[in-house]
Nanobody
Framework: QVQLVESGGGLVQAGGSLRLSCAASGRTFSSYVMGWFRQAPGKERELVGTISRSGISTYYADAVKGRFTISRDNAKNTVYLQMNSLKPEDTAVYYC??????????????????WGPGTQVTVSS
């Protein structure tokens, strides 16, 4: 089992940057595909991106491609979401999630086994 805790959220002006971190408990962090999701008020939770166990492979939603970068440090049991050129429409609660799978990447929220409590990101115009 793994426990996840996000940090780094906050209020930022449009065009600014934030880096979210997700710290995981346990010794087997490198066994998990990790994902970042977000949920804005009144909207469904959506995938932001996902990263493979090794960190070599990544996938990004079209809405964030070229602006957001996912990385991980398996020695520190941490996955990161670097968010640049933020827009007001990026405002949401951001969640990290972990999936114990043999697949390279995981795209569907329902496939993730563990979730963090989320961190609020607010982008002002």
């Amino acid at each position: 089992q793994v426990q996840l805790v996000e940090s780094g959220g906050g209020l930022v002006q449009a065009g600014g940057s934030l880096r979210l971190s997700c710290a995981a408990s346990g010794r087997t962090f490198s066994s998990y595909v990790m994902g970042w999701f977000r949920q804005a008020p009144g909207k469904e939770r959506e995938l932001v991106g996902t990263i493979s166990r090794s960190g070599i492979s990544t996938y990004y939603a079209d809405a964030v491609k070229g602006r957001f970068t996912i990385s991980r440090d398996n020695a520190k049991n941490t996955v990161y979401l670097q968010m640049n050129s933020l827009k007001p429409e990026d405002t949401a609660v951001y969640y990290c999630a972990a999936d114990l799978t043999m697949a390279t990447l995981t795209f569907r929220a329902n496939d993730y086994m563990y979730w963090g409590p989320g961190t609020q990101v607010t982008v002002s115009s």
